[in-house]
């Protein structure tokens, strides 16, 4: 009997142990989010990505329902569309769906027409006019990715539009202060006008990878819309989309 409560005590303290060290991540983590709030946008967005293998081929029935099962989760209940089209190796279905406050596009990609066949999974979603829900998301999109077994690893990017063109030195001086609010330290990356891309590295942040052998987990990026105001692009670990 003392060894069952001796085992039931370990089991509860693992537990209570592993609750401690997701809260102390995400704890860390959102210093990421907090330092973009930090500065004076006129409009942000968020993009959660997850792209990876997918472990198994799918019916056209079966990836409508997991896609609608992810769209729940995000809280997506209708009015998207789910379209399937053959392809010279496979077959693609899309999960669009757009709105006011956002957007999500879910992709299978399945190439089972080849000597080896392979399967991929894309999930894109998107938060117009908010960053301050991205770590949510993040960790909702990374249980998904869990439950549905994708191999691949989830991005968050944070985007602010700066209501002016800054100079390569105002630039510089924003990269500076926003890698320090982060604790992140400088790996490499370029500092150019056509490309001012830099990659970074923070304890704060779990995932990674790895650049010419260094790790790399945060990626700053500068650019210029149609209005010329500056879009700062806030990548974890890396930024989601082309910029």
Same mark, same amino acid.
């Given at each position: 009997?003392?060894?069952?409560?001796? @085992?039931?005590?370990?089991?509860?303290?693992?537990?209570? !142990?592993?609750?401690?060290?997701?809260?102390?991540?995400?704890?860390?983590?959102? /210093?990421?989010?907090?330092?973009?709030?930090?500065?004076?946008?006129?409009?942000?967005? &968020?993009? #959660?990505? !997850?792209?990876? #293998? =997918?472990?198994?081929?799918?019916?056209?029935?079966? /990836?409508?329902?997991?896609?609608?099962?992810?769209?729940?989760?995000?809280?997506?209940?209708?009015? @998207?569309?789910?379209?399937?089209?053959?392809? %010279?190796?496979?077959?693609?279905?899309?999960?669009?769906?757009?709105?006011?406050?956002?957007?999500?596009?879910?992709?299978?990609?399945?190439?089972?027409?080849?000597?080896?066949?392979?399967?991929?999974?894309?999930?894109?979603?998107?938060? =117009?006019?908010? #960053?301050?829900?991205?770590?949510?998301?993040?960790?909702?999109?990374?249980?998904?990715?869990?439950?549905?077994?994708?191999?691949?690893?989830?991005?968050?990017?944070?985007?602010?539009?700066?209501?002016? %063109?800054? %100079?390569?030195?105002?630039?510089?001086?924003?990269?500076?202060?926003? !890698?320090?609010?982060?604790?992140?330290?400088?790996?490499?990356?370029?500092?150019?006008?056509?490309?001012?891309?830099? @990659?970074?590295?923070?304890?704060?942040?779990?995932? =990674?990878?790895? #650049?010419?052998?260094?790790?790399?987990?945060?990626?700053?990026?500068? &650019?210029?819309?149609?209005?010329?105001?500056?879009?700062?692009? !806030?990548?974890?670990?890396?930024?989601?989309?082309? =910029?």
């Amino acid at each position: 009997m003392k060894q069952r409560i001796a @085992y039931f005590a370990c089991a509860v303290w693992i537990i209570m !142990l592993a609750d401690f060290i997701v809260g102390e991540v995400k704890e860390k983590e959102a /210093v990421v989010v907090q330092a973009m709030e930090a500065q004076t946008f006129s409009d942000v967005e &968020t993009t #959660i990505e !997850l792209s990876g #293998i =997918y472990p198994r081929k799918l019916q056209t029935g079966e /990836v409508e329902r997991i896609f609608m099962n992810i769209a729940n989760q995000f809280g997506i209940m209708d009015n @998207y569309e789910i379209v399937t089209q053959k392809k %010279s190796n496979g077959m693609v279905t899309v999960f669009e769906k757009d709105g006011e406050n956002g957007a999500a596009v879910f992709r299978y990609i399945a190439m089972d027409q080849t000597i080896h066949p392979e399967y991929y999974m894309v999930l894109n979603v998107k938060l =117009y006019h908010n #960053i301050a829900c991205a770590m949510e998301y993040r960790q909702r999109m990374q249980q998904i990715g869990e439950q549905y077994g994708i191999e691949g690893t989830v991005c968050m990017e944070l985007e602010g539009i700066y209501p002016v %063109s800054l %100079s390569m030195e105002e630039k510089k001086k924003a990269e500076q202060r926003i !890698l320090n609010q982060i604790g992140a330290e400088f790996v490499t990356g370029s500092r150019k006008e056509e490309l001012y891309t830099v @990659y970074a590295y923070t304890n704060a942040v779990k995932p =990674y990878f790895k #650049i010419e052998n260094k790790k790399t987990n945060i990626n700053l990026a500068f &650019t210029q819309d149609e209005n010329d105001q500056t879009v700062w692009h !806030l990548g974890v670990p890396v930024l989601c989309e082309e =910029y």
